[in-house]
């Protein structure tokens, strides 16, 4: 545990859990993500402190990645969206003052165009990968992966000119709202959208 780190204080904190959590296994949480653009984006959390995905055992990122993948085809069945993965594995120091620098795992579904996924993998530079376990080339490292609807995996480590939160900014001009999209802004965090994404994570996890 991270005593200045937010994740943390929510994993080791059940208070701050409450209606949020989706599942809650050994290794892992799921919870609702923050100031989401549109309905059913969640985060895979480690409850250890790392900065990436990449930080996992091998065993630990299938398992993880397991999770990701079940939640996709069931989202998949119950809001007839396609779904994706994103993460910007971090490093402790974080890119700027509010980064968050404990591994969360993004699986957001959404009907990008193309042109909103050329935006977030040419904006982070990304090349084509094999299999999810290529990430761990860039444990303690900082990269960006990103899965595409039809399962293409991409990842970068061009980091340092990036669009911060490229992947809200993306959705939320495909969305046509504002270019400067701010998921920690209080008026970002919809109340109905909350509600439905946790109401379908709690159904779908019944049939884990």
């Not at 609807?149 to 900014?169: A, P, T």
């Not at 939320?172 to 504002?178: M, S, V």
Request: hydrophobic share 35%; net charge positive.
């Amino acid at each position: 545990m991270n005593n200045k780190c937010v994740l943390c204080e929510i994993i080791n904190n059940p208070i701050y859990l409450e209606d949020t959590i989706i599942y809650d296994n050994k290794k892992f949480i799921v919870k609702s993500a923050k100031g989401m653009v549109t309905p059913f984006h969640y985060l895979i959390i480690p409850k250890k402190h790392i900065n990436s995905m990449a930080e996992l055992t091998e065993k630990n990122l299938n398992e993880m990645y397991r999770i990701a993948k079940f939640m996709s085809n069931e989202i998949k069945k119950h809001t007839k969206k396609e779904v994706v993965f994103f993460e910007h594995g971090s490093l402790s120091s974080g890119r700027h003052l509010e980064s968050i620098v404990h591994a969360h795992f993004h699986v957001i579904a959404y009907n990008m165009t193309e042109f909103t996924k050329n935006l977030i993998i040419n904006g982070c530079k990304m090349n084509k990968i094999s299999s999810i376990f290529d990430i761990k080339k860039s444990m303690y490292k900082d990269y960006w992966f990103f899965e595409d609807e039809k399962g293409n995996l991409y990842h970068s480590n061009s980091v340092s000119d990036v669009l911060r939160s490229i992947i809200f900014k993306a959705i939320a001009l495909q969305e046509k709202k504002d270019k400067n999209y701010e998921w920690r802004e209080e008026k970002n965090n919809d109340k109905n959208k909350l509600v439905i994404t946790i109401k379908l994570g709690k159904k779908i996890f019944k049939n884990y």
